[in-house]
T-cell receptor, first 113, second 116 residues
Framework: DAKTTQPPSMDCAEGRAANLPCNHS???????VYWYRQIHSQGPQYIIH???NNETNEMASLIITEDRKSSTLILPHATLRDTAVYYC??????????????FGPGTSLSVIP | GAVVSQHPSWVICKSGTSVKIECRSL??????MFWYRQFPKQSLMLMAT?????????EQGVEKDKFLINHASLTLSTLTVTSAHPEDSSFYIC????????????FGEGSRLTVL
């Protein structure tokens, strides 16, 4: 079973920041928070991941609470192309663990013109 | 970045026939690949873990004799849906981890199977 909970859907106005929350209260000390998104009829796309520090890349920012029980993915300036299902996943380091990745239902983000 | 490619991207077949879907890691070696199935408006469901040079590990409820997985090389895994039926119509997605690089899990574009 997925170890995260996310709201099923969210709307965001184009050009505004999209803040997608994720709860992972049972996360273990060696588990990372990974975010992927899936645009309709495509394979999932990696966005960002982190362990405990906040992370930023060209796509998004990841804010992880100090107790690591929740996190927020931030798309700073949402565009229509960001409309997708966003999946928050907790897993050991995928670089070394070869763990199977279980997907929850995710959050369906609709960016509105 | 690393790329995982699937072929075919879509296929239509008659009930009772078998269909093979290929998953290739184009610029990295993957000892482990994963196969998922996704029905409309649902999340990805893990079917099996494909291990290079050994038997695949199937998730509970997935019929190994119906969904044959072969991982003959470090860059290729295949999923064969045998004796396909309309209820097998789905979006099949593979993934592979580029363990030599950033550790990201890369996904193929998906293969849409429609069984008539």
């Amino acid at each position: 079973d997925a170890k995260t909970t996310q709201p099923p859907s969210m709307d965001c106005a184009e050009g505004r920041a999209a803040n997608l929350p994720c709860n992972h209260s049972t996360i273990s000390g060696n588990e990372y928070v990974y975010w992927y998104r899936q645009i309709h009829s495509q394979g999932p796309q990696y966005i960002i991941h982190g362990l405990k520090n906040n992370e930023t890349n060209e796509m998004a920012s990841l804010i992880i609470t100090e107790d690591r029980k929740s996190s927020t993915l931030i798309l700073p300036h949402a565009t229509l192309r960001d409309t997708a299902v966003y999946y928050c996943i907790v897993n050991r380091d995928l670089k070394t663990s070869y763990d199977k990745v279980i997907f929850g239902p995710g959050t369906s983000l609709s960016v509105i013109p | 970045g690393a790329v995982v490619s699937q072929h075919p991207s879509w296929v239509i077949c008659k009930s009772g026939t078998s269909v093979k879907i290929e998953c290739r890691s184009l610029d990295f070696q993957a000892t482990t690949m994963f196969w998922y199935r996704q029905f409309p408006k649902q999340s990805l469901m893990l079917m099996a873990t494909s291990n290079e040079g050994s038997k695949a590990t199937y998730e509970q409820g997935v019929e190994k004799d119906k969904f044959l997985i072969n991982h003959a090389s470090l860059t290729l895994s295949t999923l064969t849906v045998t004796s396909a039926h309309p209820e097998d119509s789905s979006f099949y997605i593979c993934s592979a981890s580029d363990s030599s690089n950033t550790g990201e899990l890369f996904f193929g574009e998906g293969s849409r199977l429609t069984v008539l």
